[in-house]
T-cell receptor, first 113, second 110 residues
Framework: NAGVTQTPKFQVLKTGQSMTLQCAQD?????MSWYRQDPGMGLRLIHY???????DQGEVPNGYNVSRSTTEDFPLRLLSAAPSQTSVYFC????????????FGSGTRLTVV | SQQGEEDPQALSIQEGENATMNCSYK?????LQWYRQNSGRGLVHLIL?????REKHSGRLRVTLDTSKKSSSLLITASRAADTASYFC??????????FGTGTSLTVIP
């Protein structure tokens, strides 16, 4: 099925560990983004990309890195996990940043202990 | 905050009733979008309304936009238990920023 695929669905990390959250889409969307969702906070933008080779910071980028080597993939790297990064992470993609609705993945629930 | 707010934060209605959720914002927008999120799932795009539009329909959903009041509303008619979810508005503003609100939690009681 076409859509946005996120892996893993669940992850527990120890403080200081690093990991990569994977995101892939097969809709040929140019725009991809990462959000985190915390209770009472809505969704906050971490990083986004308007095309292969182009990335930019969102509202809460600290502690996260991204790269966009292909149109399909947009991995999110946690450099040194902290308990404050415990959250649900969503990847979203779209034909454009502004003019179309976003397609979301099903999320990765991350716990940092 | 640029985000604006959804109102109410939580809403509980009987099946068959209409549900209305509101979204306010603070700066001028290019478009406003509504999303649904079922528990434990990702968000699903419902409707996008542009700043020069006043009303859009999709099935049982009706979205209105009042740019003079900086507000939008989502109406779900003849609600069903399957409509139980959180509903978010997201605003794309004139500064090219895109913000989600904190959502309205809708419970439809069978």
């Amino acid at each position: 099925n076409a859509g946005v695929t996120q892996t893993p669905k669940f992850q527990v990390l120890k403080t200081g560990q690093s990991m990569t959250l994977q995101c892939a889409q097969d809709m040929n969307h140019e725009y991809m983004s990462w959000y985190r969702q915390d209770p009472g906070m809505g969704l906050r933008l971490i990083h986004y990309s308007v095309g292969a080779g182009i990335t930019d910071q969102g509202e809460v980028p600290n502690g996260y890195n991204v790269s966009r080597s292909t149109t399909e993939d947009f991995p999110l790297r946690l450099l040194s996990a902290a308990p404050s990064q415990t959250s649900v992470y969503f990847c979203a993609s779209s034909y454009s940043r502004a003019r179309w609705g976003y397609t979301f993945g099903s999320g990765t629930r991350l716990t940092v202990v | 905050s640029q985000q604006g707010e959804e109102d109410p934060q939580a809403l509980s209605i009987q099946e068959g009733e209409n549900a209305t959720m509101n979204c306010s914002y603070k700066t001028s927008i290019n478009n406003l979008q509504w999303y649904r999120q079922n528990s434990g799932r990702g968000l699903v795009h419902l409707i996008l309304i542009r700043s020069n539009e006043r009303e859009k329909h999709s099935g049982r959903l009706r979205v209105t936009l009042d740019t003079s009041k900086k507000s939008s509303s989502l109406l779900i008619t003849a609600s069903r238990a399957a409509d139980t979810a959180s509903y978010f508005c997201a605003k794309f503003d004139a500064l090219d920023q895109f913000y989600f609100g904190t959502g309205t939690s809708l419970t439809v009681i069978p």
